[in-house]
């Protein structure tokens, strides 16, 4: 009988034994140095079960075994806690590691950037090459609703989610910056802010020349004289939806469209891009100035003047520039001026006209000559 019951004994140990041997064997291979030998991204689908997560984990290298993996989440009670989404791994982590990434929701977080002066059209183009985006945009969005700015996302974040925060961020800026503004502008409605501010951003990217611009624009304004601002005519002809790729022409600034500042007066029917808060900004605070013209100055920025007989003299300069500059292009084009540098222009409205535009797009509407500044 002691034979017996000595028998069960050493049985009992035997197999506690073996069954702590393997636990402890699980547990070091679970907080042991995992495969990877660096950083690596892996995506997390959701609706896996933990065998499948784990199994998904081994398949792109993370872990060394997926029953391990499983195990370990198992036994800590985070089996049903793994959530879906993009990680990125660091090197060497642990199978427990990984659990605990997964456990927390440590996603990446990427970044999508739009552009001071996109058009609705060009945001959302850019937005189908994004990675991790899903889902399409219900439509384009209103030309003007869209803040520029960097916008955070994770893996499996929809386009129109993203869209609806750039539509509440403008509206956010567009309420701030219209409960601030100068009591004294002309503008009635913050629409009309949004389409005064859509060609100031066009035509500098400048901050220290927003206002200035805007200024000059709300002279026009209230002297009757045509805003003939160039931005208005590109987007009369290609509705936002592509760049011209060509040099504006007579016949271009002839054509009869509500974006045509060379043809109508006033403000064009609405916005022609998405402008920056700092546009926005400007434009409900301009400065006090008798420019009525500017033109780009070859070194970035751009010449204001309050007279036409200045603006044309402004125009020669400019010209003289741009002939250097388009004789530098060539030289260089060539080979034989690989050390001479291509003076840098700063995008304006003017830039892209023929010089014969240049000369005369304000003959017929010249003013007459301010005696003070002007309020905006």
């Given at each position: 009988?002691?034979?017996?019951?000595?028998?069960?004994?050493?049985?009992?140990?035997?197999?506690?034994?073996?069954?702590?041997?393997?636990?402890?064997?699980?547990?070091?291979?679970?907080?042991?140095?995992?495969?990877?030998?660096?950083?690596?991204?892996?995506?997390?689908?959701?609706?896996?079960?933990?065998?499948?997560?784990?199994?998904?984990?081994?398949?792109?290298?993370?872990?060394?075994?997926?029953?391990?993996?499983?195990?370990?989440?198992?036994?800590?009670?985070?089996?049903?806690?793994?959530?879906?989404?993009?990680?990125?791994?660091?090197?060497?982590?642990?199978?427990?590691?990984?659990?605990?990434?997964?456990?927390?929701?440590?996603?990446?977080?990427?970044?999508?950037?739009?552009?001071?002066?996109?058009?609705?059209?060009?945001?959302?183009?850019?937005?189908?090459?994004?990675?991790?985006?899903?889902?399409?945009?219900?439509a384009i969005p209103a030309e003007g609703t869209l803040l520029p700015d960097t916008y955070h996302y994770s893996y499996g974040d929809t386009r129109q989610s993203l869209i609806d925060r750039m539509q509440a961020g403008m509206s956010r800026i567009l309420a701030e910056a219209w409960a601030?503004?100068?009591?004294?502008?002309?503008?009635?409605?913050?629409?009309?802010?949004?389409?005064?501010?859509?060609?100031?951003?066009?035509?500098?990217?400048?901050?220290?020349?927003?206002?200035?611009?805007?200024a000059v624009f709300y002279n026009r304004l209230r002297q009757k004289i045509r805003l003939q601002s160039d931005p208005t005519v590109i987007y009369g002809l290609t509705k936002g939806k592509t760049d011209l790729k060509r040099k504006l022409t007579y016949a271009d600034l002839r054509k009869?469209?509500?974006?045509?500042?060379?043809?109508?007066?006033?403000?064009?029917?609405?916005?022609?891009?998405?402008?920056?808060?700092?546009?926005?900004?400007?434009?409900?605070?301009?400065?006090?100035?008798?420019?009525?013209?500017?033109?780009?100055?070859?070194?970035?920025?751009?010449?204001?003047?309050?007279?036409?007989?200045?603006?044309?003299?402004?125009?020669?300069?400019?010209?003289?520039?741009?002939?250097?500059?388009?004789?530098?292009?060539?030289?260089?084009?060539?080979?034989?001026?690989?050390?001479?540098?291509?003076?840098?222009?700063?995008?304006?409205?003017?830039?892209?006209?023929?010089?014969?535009?240049?000369?005369?797009?304000?003959?017929?509407?010249?003013?007459?000559?301010?005696?003070?500044?002007?309020?905006?």
């Amino acid at each position: 009988m002691r034979q017996s019951v000595f028998i069960y004994f050493f049985i009992f140990f035997v197999l506690i034994s073996l069954v702590g041997g393997s636990v402890l064997t699980t547990y070091s291979q679970f907080v042991a140095d995992g495969p990877l030998t660096e950083r690596t991204d892996v995506v997390i689908p959701k609706g896996k079960s933990l065998r499948e997560l784990a199994r998904h984990l081994k398949e792109q290298g993370v872990v060394h075994s997926s029953s391990v993996f499983e195990l370990g989440a198992r036994a800590g009670g985070n089996a049903a806690k793994l959530k879906a989404g993009e990680y990125s791994i660091p090197p060497k982590a642990s199978a427990k590691i990984v659990m605990m990434i997964l456990v927390n929701g440590q996603t990446v977080v990427r970044r999508f950037i739009v552009p001071e002066g996109f058009t609705s059209r060009q945001v959302v183009d850019l937005m189908d090459g994004m990675y991790g985006l899903m889902g399409s945009v219900d439509a384009i969005p209103a030309e003007g609703t869209l803040l520029p700015d960097t916008y955070h996302y994770s893996y499996g974040d929809t386009r129109q989610s993203l869209i609806d925060r750039m539509q509440a961020g403008m509206s956010r800026i567009l309420a701030e910056a219209w409960a601030a503004r100068d009591p004294k502008i002309i503008l009635k409605t913050p629409y009309q802010a949004v389409t005064l501010a859509s060609i100031v951003e066009k035509e500098t990217g400048l901050d220290s020349e927003r206002a200035r611009i805007a200024a000059v624009f709300y002279n026009r304004l209230r002297q009757k004289i045509r805003l003939q601002s160039d931005p208005t005519v590109i987007y009369g002809l290609t509705k936002g939806k592509t760049d011209l790729k060509r040099k504006l022409t007579y016949a271009d600034l002839r054509k009869n469209n509500p974006y045509n500042t060379y043809v109508i007066y006033g403000l064009p029917q609405g916005p022609i891009c998405n402008p920056s808060a700092a546009s926005l900004r400007a434009v409900l605070n301009p400065i006090r100035t008798s420019d009525v013209y500017f033109v780009a100055d070859g070194k970035g920025g751009h010449t204001f003047s309050a007279t036409y007989r200045e603006h044309q003299a402004n125009v020669q300069t400019w010209r003289s520039v741009r002939r250097d500059r388009d004789a530098l292009t060539e030289l260089q084009k060539v080979g034989k001026a690989k050390s001479l540098p291509v003076p840098k222009h700063a995008p304006d409205g003017f830039r892209e006209l023929p010089d014969a535009a240049l000369a005369v797009m304000e003959t017929p509407e010249e003013p007459a000559e301010p005696a003070a500044a002007p309020s905006p």
